[in-house]
């Protein structure tokens, strides 16, 4: 039990740490906080989190958060459904849909390939994405994994399971950030950027 606090606000504090990116102190202010508020405003973050839990589902197709058996991008049918964005989570695929600039659909993963976390191919949506690209109507796969050691081991598994297919196989590119100075960025990024320059 959280010292100080009675068991009940113990409990709540410690169940708030579990959460990703709250720390214990940050679950004690959240609770002081709530103990603030007034009883109705807690009861509607109470429904609020159970009606999301219990209608919120993964999309049948491609593994993003749906409140339907599909959800609003893969039932567009204004997309390009020929080109596919392979993603490792939901946050992703809101990541790029905030830039406007893509207008295929996505392929969330829930994961990526990391051995040491007992996370194999089999823990992942990778059969799924292999049945999608088998259907005929894909004509290329935009690898859009994260850029650390487990991002790129998943995207060159994948580039080997589905070479025999005939698609397109894509990375997206990495390099320099906008508005940065070259002198402040790291090694491993200006060699990425340089490998992938595009002409003027």
Request: some cysteine; overall charge neutral.
């Amino acid at each position: 039990m959280s010292k100080g606090y009675s068991e009940r606000l113990a409990k709540l504090i410690k169940q708030l740490s579990k959460l990703p990116g709250i720390g214990p102190k940050s679950a004690e202010r959240i609770v002081l906080h709530m103990m603030k508020q007034e009883a109705h405003e807690v009861e509607e973050l109470s429904k609020a989190l159970v009606d999301a839990k219990t209608n919120t589902f993964f999309c049948e197709e491609c593994g993003n958060l749906s409140e339907n058996k599909l959800c609003h991008i893969c039932a567009d049918t204004t997309r390009d459904h020929s080109l596919i964005c392979v993603v490792e989570q939901p946050k992703d695929v809101i990541a790029i849909e905030k830039t406007s600039g893509f207008n295929g659909i996505y392929h969330v993963l829930l994961g990526a390939l990391s051995p040491i976390d007992g996370i194999g191919p089999r823990e992942l949506r990778i059969e799924k994405l292999i049945k999608r690209v088998s259907g005929g109507k894909v004509e290329e796969i935009i690898l859009a994994t994260n850029p650390n050691a487990e991002g790129e081991a998943t995207a060159l598994y994948i580039t080997e399971i589905l070479k025999t297919k005939t698609i397109k196989i894509t990375r997206i590119a990495r390099g320099v950030p906008i508005g940065s100075n070259i002198e402040y960025v790291d090694q491993a990024t200006l060699q990425r950027a340089m490998e992938a320059r595009t002409a003027m």
